[in-house]
């Protein structure tokens, strides 16, 4: 089994920076890919961030794209979601993902076997 803690999360002006990270314990040898999905009031989870677990390759949703950055420390089973420009439709609950089934990297809920519990990121405007 894998269990993921996101943390970092809090209430930030628009315009400002946070940094969630996402530790995962357990059986983190059999993880492979790893995202950060979002999920604001009444609408449905959408994916942020994903990171190959070489860290080699990163994906990105075309809202994010430029202003928040993924990246993991290996040493420490550490995934991380620096966010800047904050804006207050990025207001979500954020949720840590991992896969332990196959290497390649999806956009997709079903893509990912494991979630976090979430962390809440709220900017006020």
């Known amino acids: 089994q894998v269990q993921l803690a996101e943390s970092g999360g809090g209430l930030v002006q628009a315009g400002g920076s946070l940094r969630l990270s996402c530790a995962a314990s357990?059986?983190?040898?059999?993880?492979?890919?790893m995202a950060w999905f979002r999920q604001a009031p009444g609408k449905e989870r959408e994916f942020v961030a994903a990171?190959?677990?070489?860290?080699?390759?990163?994906f990105y949703a075309d809202s994010v794209k430029g202003r928040f950055t993924i990246s993991k420390d290996n040493a420490k089973n550490t995934v991380y979601l620096q966010m800047n420009s904050l804006k207050p439709e990025d207001t979500a609950v954020y949720y840590c993902?991992?896969?332990?089934?196959?290497?390649?990297?999806?956009?997709?809920?079903?893509?990912?076997?494991?979630w976090g519990p979430g962390t809440q990121v709220t900017v006020s405007s």
């Open positions: 993902a991992a896969d332990s089934r196959r290497l390649r990297v999806g956009e997709y809920i079903q893509d990912y076997n494991y």
């Open positions: 357990g059986r983190t040898s059999s993880l492979y890919p």
């Open positions: 990171i190959a677990w070489s860290g080699g390759s990163t």
